[in-house]
C-alpha cells in the first residue's frame, strides 16, 4: 500500500441497529487524474452528522442511500491543490459533499467556493454552514416565535440545538434547553445563555418540562423525538408550533420508528407540527450567512466545535453522536 495515497472511509454494510465497527471500511485508492470542470481538493474537515445513519439505509428520505462500497457520503471542507474547473485556482477553498477522505477528485460544480474573511474553513460546517442554517430557518421560519414566547429546544448542547438556542435568546424568547448531563446543562445555561437548562437524565423529561413551562410552550424546536416529543405535545399552548428538525431518539432502529403518543394534543389545542430540511431555504442561505455572521461579530453567538483528529476515528465520532459524547458541532480534522 502507498502510504502517500489519499484514504476513503466507505460504507460497507447497512448497519441494523447502531452497531458495529465493520459498518465503514478504509481504503488507500489512488486518484484519477483531475479532468475538465474538475479539481483536486485536500481536506481540512469532514461533518460528522446524525442525518447520516438516514443515508445509510434502504429506506425513502430526502436523498438516494449510500451504496455499499462507495466512500461515505459527507460534507467536508478542502483546499484546491489543482483544478481545470474555471473561475477555481489552487488555493481556493471549498465545501460541498466531499465525502468521508482525505484528498478527492470532483466536480467542482457540485462544490461551493468559500470566502474564508468571514470563517475559518471549519466554520463552513457549523455556524456558517448547513447546522447554522438548519437552526436558523428551522426555528425563525417554521418555529416563528414571538419575543417573548417560551420556546423549547432539545439536545440543546449539540451542533444544531446549540445555535437555535442563541438565536432564540437574540429574538428575546423564554428559552428552555434540554441535554443529557450536568456538564452540558451548565453549557447550555451559562455559555449558550438559555433561561432554563433541564437534564433529561436526571429526572422524567415531562415532569422537569412542566415545572419550567407552568404556563405551556409556544415553540417546541425536536431534535430528538421520543419521549421529549410527548412531553412537549403535552405542554403545546394554543397555536403552538411543534418544529421537527430530527429525531435522533428513533435513528437507533429505523425499522421500529415509534411515532408521538400524545399527538391529539395538536388538535385539542390548534397547533401544528412541521418538518423542514434546509432544502426548503436554499434561495435565502445569503440572509441566514449575512446574520450568522453580524451575531458573531458581535459577540451575541459563539460556535461550539468539537474536534476529533483523523479520518479513522470517523466511525468512533459517529457512534459519539448517539451516545452523547459530542458538545456542539462534531467534525474531523484531517
Ligand atoms: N432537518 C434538517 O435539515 C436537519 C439538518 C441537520 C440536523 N438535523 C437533525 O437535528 C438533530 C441534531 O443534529 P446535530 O447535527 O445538531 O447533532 P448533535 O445535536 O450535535 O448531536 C446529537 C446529540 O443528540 C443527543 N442524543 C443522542 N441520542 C439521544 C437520545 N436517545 N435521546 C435524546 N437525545 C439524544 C446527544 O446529546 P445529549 O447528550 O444531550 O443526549 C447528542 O450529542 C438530529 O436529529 C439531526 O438528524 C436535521
Redesign the pocket.
Known sequence: MDHASPIQCRLQRYPTRLDGADVFAFSRDPLSRVGPGEVRIRMSHISV???M??WMTPKRSYMPPVKLGEVMRAFGVGEVVESQADGVSPGDWMTGFTGVQTEAVLRAQGLRKIDTRWGAPRDYLSGLG??GY?AYF?LLNVGAPGASETVVI?????????IATQIARIKGCHVIG????PH?QDFVLNQLKAHTALD??AAPIAEQLRAAAPNGIDVYFD????E?LDAALGLIKRHGRIV??????Q??DMDGVRGPSNYLQLVAQSARMQ?????DYLDRIPEAFAALVQWRASGEIIFREHIVKGIERFPEAFA???????????LIEI
Do not use: H, Q, W
Open positions: 452528522d446524525p442525518g445513519r438516514g448547513m447546522t438548519t428551522g432539545s439536545a440543546a448542547a449539540g451542533a444544531v440545538g446549540s434540554i441535554a443529557g448531563g452540558k433529561y437524565k431534535n430528538v423525538g421520543g421529549t421537527l428538525c430530527g429525531g435522533i431518539s435513528y437507533g418538518g423542514f430540511t434546509m432544502r459519539m453522536l448517539f451516545s452523547g459524547g459530542n458538545e456542539g458541532k462534531l
